[in-house]
T-cell receptor
Framework: GAGVSQSPSNKVTEKGKDVELRCDPI?????LYWYRQSLGQGLEFLIY????????KSGLPSDRFSAERTGGSVSTLTIQRTQQEDSAVYLC??????????????FGPGTRLTVL | LAKTTQPISMDSYEGQEVNITCSHN???????ITWYQQFPSQGPRFIIQ???TKVTNEVASLFIPADRKSSTLSLPRVSLSDTAVYYC???????????FGDGTTLTVKP
């Protein structure tokens, strides 16, 4: 079956421009996560969506970062006025984690963002 | 959130058993322990999850002592293809926010 997909796979942008990164989770998964991974580093949590609940935005590094999830499915991570330090791989994951589940997270291939 | 500590790197040889330990001293009552494997240019992949004692699946075992302040991932008879970064994740998935550790880079040599 289809896994988590992300687009674009690579994005090169100029400093100051806005970018949108897309994530298509596995169908039926209620939970969706965004992470950031800088070169050679671990995963940094950004934001978490669970069903229709208010998202946990506690990991977003600044107000230039925002994310939405439409219809409980596709999610878009938007970075406004990009900075060079935003360069990283942005990973999306989905799971069936919910009220009574400790579901494993299924990760997409990531979007490699390069800010020049 | 529970902070996790893992060794930065480990080396092993093909056919050996590898044990990677993760420390999580302030683990909460409802937290589970999950391990992920990540290859270069790929997203992490689930290996195993547990709450207490021992869990075994077809690829690994997870040992968790009674105090749950640490856990050990055991990979039996590693091969070159097991060279990857291994992450310990401690948290309550029902609450969402996931804190990955810095990961352990395992290098398997022939």
């Amino acid at each position: 079956g289809a896994g988590v997909s992300q687009s674009p796979s690579n994005k090169v942008t100029e400093k100051g421009k806005d970018v949108e990164l897309r994530c298509d989770p596995i169908s039926g998964h209620t939970a969706l996560y965004w992470y950031r991974q800088s070169l050679g580093q671990g995963l940094e949590f950004l934001i978490y969506f669970q069903g229709n609940s208010a998202p946990d935005k506690s990991g977003l590094p600044s107000d230039r970062f925002s994310a939405e999830r439409t219809g409980g499915s596709v999610s878009t991570l938007t970075i406004q006025r990009t900075q060079q330090e935003d360069s990283a791989v942005y990973l999306c994951a989905s799971s069936q984690a919910g009220t009574n589940l400790q579901g494993e997270q299924f990760f997409g291939p990531g979007t490699r963002l390069t800010v020049l | 959130l529970a902070k996790t500590t893992q060794p930065i790197s480990m080396d092993s040889y093909e056919g050996q058993e590898v044990n990677i330990t993760c420390s999580h001293n302030n683990i909460a009552t409802n937290d589970y322990i999950t391990w992920y494997q990540q290859f270069p240019s790929q997203g992490p992949r689930f290996i195993i999850q547990g709450y207490k004692t021992k869990v075994t699946n077809e690829v690994a075992s997870l040992f968790i002592p009674a105090d749950r302040k640490s856990s050990t991932l055991s990979l039996p008879r590693v091969s070159l293809s097991d060279t990857a970064v291994y992450y310990c994740l401690v948290g309550d998935a029902r609450k969402g926010k996931s804190t990955f550790g810095d990961g352990t880079t395992l290098t398997v040599k022939p």
